[in-house]
């Protein structure tokens, strides 16, 4: 995937120089593309913004080798499938979910995918059951789009290393089928397990139950959430913040989390 | 051809946003009569030929794994139409 970087160079200069922009841009990122993804490209400038390589993937590729040996998937929001039926529910049935759902829920545990889904990739995830619970319409029935101040409650995962636990952080958050639902023993046992990896701060914006923005599997390898991160990676066209018009860059710190993991060799 | 209606509901338990706002809306054009609407699905899945016991148990699958999704929905009806 080729594009135009739209503010010159997208790729910060880092505090370790070359060496370690060529060690990042060393691990591949995996962006899925079904019909009706809206926020692919964004999610793969994201990765390229964090310093990693980003990776077209098609959800109708077969086989193990349908992932091209990326070392991460994103799943991005949009509308897959036009939310037929339910949002996420046809998408999950596509073959390179099944690839996933292997890679990421079955495969060993000291070799586990790690996987991102974003707002419909949310969705996507818990119609996979590679996350608990689902999605209802939002409960004010309209679809809602604003900046959105989430809490980090869990940051020992894959995706959410780079920041402090309780750390509040601002991303924009658009969707009409964001209200998490799931049963209260499974609410319980995911407070437990400290799996509740986001929740909405100052607003609930949707309904969802004990504000719960995101949350993770058990190995902390899936994450699934419905604001969007990687639409605050860049100043000049992420949410509002203390430094400026549009200059929120919060949700970088998702993509720099994988990136500094999988280059850690701790996968 | 035969058909087989699947019919699928919200869960009890969970409030149905959807039928919240058309139970909202039925007293403005004079509707007084309804306190609550609860919104559903309704499939038909046409069967080329007979519906053999198999091919019903293959809608009853299809009913749980795929046109439900069981954490807020229950397929309430499974039935044969003849046309």
Known sequence: ?267 | MPRIVVDVMPKPEILDPQGKAIVAALPRLGFTGFSSVRQGKRFELTVDGDVTPEILQQAREAAEKMLSNPVIEDVVNVEVVAD
């Not at chain 1, 923005?213 to 990676?233: D, F, K, Q, R, Y």
């Open chain 1, 1 to 267: 995937m080729t594009e135009t970087p739209l503010l010159g160079s997208a790729l910060p200069d880092t505090a370790g120089g070359e060496a370690a922009n060529s060690l990042l841009a060393g691990a591949r990122i995996g962006v899925v593309t079904f019909p009706g993804s809206l926020d692919d490209r964004d999610a793969a400038r994201a990765v390229r913004i964090a310093g990693g390589t980003a990776v077209e993937l098609w959800h109708a590729d077969t086989g193990a080798e349908a992932l091209r040996g990326v070392d991460a998937v994103i799943i991005p929001g949009g509308f897959s499938y036009g939310d037929y039926l339910r949002a996420g529910a046809i998408s999950r049935f596509a073959p390179l979910m099944q690839e996933i759902v292997r890679a990421a829920g079955s495969a060993s545990a000291a070799n586990l995918l790690p996987v991102l889904g974003i707002c419909n990739g949310f969705q996507i995830l818990t119609e996979s059951h590679l996350l608990p619970g689902s999605m209802l319409k939002n409960d004010h029935l309209k679809f809602i789009c604003r900046d959105q101040k989430l809490r980090v409650e869990n940051n020992s995962t894959w995706w959410t290393s780079d920041y402090a636990a309780g750390q509040e952080i601002t991303v924009p958050l658009k969707n009409q089928d964001g209200q998490y639902i799931a049963d209260e023993k499974t609410l319980d046992a995911l407070e437990a397990e400290g799996r509740v990896v986001f929740r909405y701060v100052g607003l609930n914006p949707n309904g969802s139950r004990r504000d719960i923005a995101g949350i993770s599997n058990a190995t902390g390898n899936v994450v699934g959430l419905m604001p969007h991160p990687e639409h605050a990676v860049e100043a000049g066209y992420g949410p509002e913040s203390a430094s400026g018009r549009s200059s929120g860059t919060d949700g970088l710190g998702f993509f720099t989390s994988v990136l500094s993991k999988l280059v850690g060799g701790t996968k």
